[in-house]
């Protein structure tokens, strides 16, 4: 862990704020970012998904500016953009190198202009200590939390579902990643000690409560392998989904039942991908019963059978993401482990294992055997259930 995430992220954003454009912000506000605890790839097939929002947030710091110019501030990135009018933001070139994470900032401006809301000059400045490119949604953090901030600023009536679809928008339109409803949604509406069983076609939301902290624990397993979702592969295998369901006869993989997939003919990478989307769903529904009922060793069993299909049905593990299911799967519930899987899109990011939290040095063994592998060690972190997105009010904003 570095020195700056040390620094509770809304002292960071605050402090940010001062430095880069002078005094207070007027509205400070934060989202979460999420893990996936199962429900992989299916969101944009309309189909069911089990995320959890965690403490780990991204705050932003906003106020309307006296200059006329809208700029925004990363202070994990230690960078700064000057974005363009928010309302001629569709014909506007996208930023690039450094500056290309303003581009969300900028998308989620021009969906308030969409909306008819006056978006006047602002100034944003942004801090997280939700890690970026590990899979935890950093970029629904960022948008979420921001959409929260400007709402209020404006006084914008724009909040849960349609925030959230806004949010969504800004990522596929600005961000270059055709990501669907799952992310912007646990961010926003995430409920602390609960799942959020989403069904991504009716965007019904339901909450699965999950257990305290105090008996199961949730640990982090960073990879070390990031990657950026806007460099084609994420948007890959959403194009092999779309056209498995053509092949199908179906408008969406959800529609399509796994009778009926045995039954057709469809070229070998169509079927692996429509298998994944198909038995995904069905695990979805059976994982969250099995946490209604409190039955961890089940969940942990569908977690299992989730990140085999990710790995061999959707392709989207890597050997570092296998070797710490590995590790986890070894120890086994004598070891204290119920399961563990990939969380978030895959090509890289994290694993999540979920533990008996009354036993100790699980982490280590895991981070160990990852290390042995590989030479290097792998880093990792306890998460909690949290809240969603919201407003921070001043009288609890701390001292900068």
């Known amino acids: 862990m570095s020195a700056t995430t040390k620094v509770p992220v809304a002292v960071r954003a605050l402090e940010s704020f001062a430095r880069r454009f002078g005094g207070r912000p007027a509205v400070l506000a934060r989202a979460p970012g999420r893990v996936t605890l199962i429900g992989e790839h299916v969101d944009y097939s309309d189909g069911l998904v089990l995320p959890m929002s965690i403490d780990r947030d991204c705050v932003s710091a906003v106020r309307v500016s006296n200059d006329g110019r809208w700029r925004a501030w990363s202070d994990d990135l230690q960078s700064l953009a000057e974005l363009p009018d928010p309302a001629t933001a569709s014909t506007a070139p996208r930023a690039t190198g450094a500056s290309a994470w303003s581009n969300l900032a900028l998308g989620v401006l021009a969906g308030f202009a969409r909306e008819g809301v006056r978006v006047p000059p602002l100034e944003m400045a942004f801090a997280s200590d939700v890690p970026l490119g590990a899979g935890l949604s950093s970029s629904a953090a960022l948008t979420v939390s921001l959409a929260t901030a400007v709402a209020e600023a404006l006084s914008a009536p724009l909040f849960g579902i349609p925030l959230a679809r806004m949010c969504q928008e800004a990522e596929s339109e600005f961000g270059g990643v055709p990501c669907g409803m799952l992310d912007p949604l646990a961010s926003a509406l995430g409920r602390a000690d609960h799942a959020m069983l989403i069904d991504c076609r009716s965007l019904d939301v339901r909450f699965v409560p999950f257990p305290p902290a105090a008996r199961v624990a949730l640990l982090v397993f960073d990879s070390g392998v990031h990657r950026s979702l806007s460099d084609g592969r994420y948007a890959e295998r959403r194009h092999e989904v779309e056209d498995a369901a053509r092949a199908a006869g179906v408008g969406m993989l959800r529609d399509l039942d796994e009778t009926k997939l045995r039954t057709l003919k469809?070229?070998?990478?169509?079927?692996?991908?429509?298998?994944?989307?198909?038995?995904?769903?069905?695990?979805?529904?059976?994982?969250?019963?099995?946490?209604?009922?409190?039955?961890?060793?089940?969940?942990?069993?569908?977690?299992?059978?989730?990140?085999?299909?990710?790995?061999?049905?959707?392709?989207?593990?890597?050997?570092?993401?296998?070797?710490?299911?590995?590790?986890?799967?070894?120890?086994?519930?004598?070891?204290?482990?119920?399961?563990?899987?990939?969380?978030?899109?895959?090509?890289?990011?994290?694993?999540?294992?979920?533990?008996?939290?009354?036993?100790?040095?699980?982490?280590?063994?895991?981070?160990?055997?990852?290390?042995?592998?590989?030479?290097?060690?792998a880093s990792w972190q306890r998460v909690s259930s949290a809240p969603g997105a919201a407003v921070i009010p001043a009288a609890r904003w701390p001292a900068a």
Do not use: C, W
């Not at 989730?306 to 593990?317: G, I, K, T």
């Not at 119920?338 to 280590?364: K, W």
């Open 266 to 377: 469809l070229p070998a990478l169509f079927e692996r991908r429509a298998r994944h989307v198909v038995r995904e769903i069905q695990r979805v529904q059976l994982a969250a019963n099995a946490l209604r009922r409190d039955d961890m060793e089940l969940f942990g069993l569908f977690m299992a059978q989730s990140h085999q299909s990710l790995r061999d049905d959707f392709a989207v593990s890597t050997p570092e993401l296998d070797a710490l299911v590995d590790e986890a799967r070894a120890l086994g519930t004598a070891g204290g482990v119920y399961g563990a899987r990939l969380t978030g899109a895959g090509f890289g990011g994290s694993v999540i294992v979920l533990a008996d939290a009354a036993r100790t040095g699980i982490g280590e063994r895991i981070a160990a055997g990852f290390e042995r592998r590989f030479k290097r060690p």
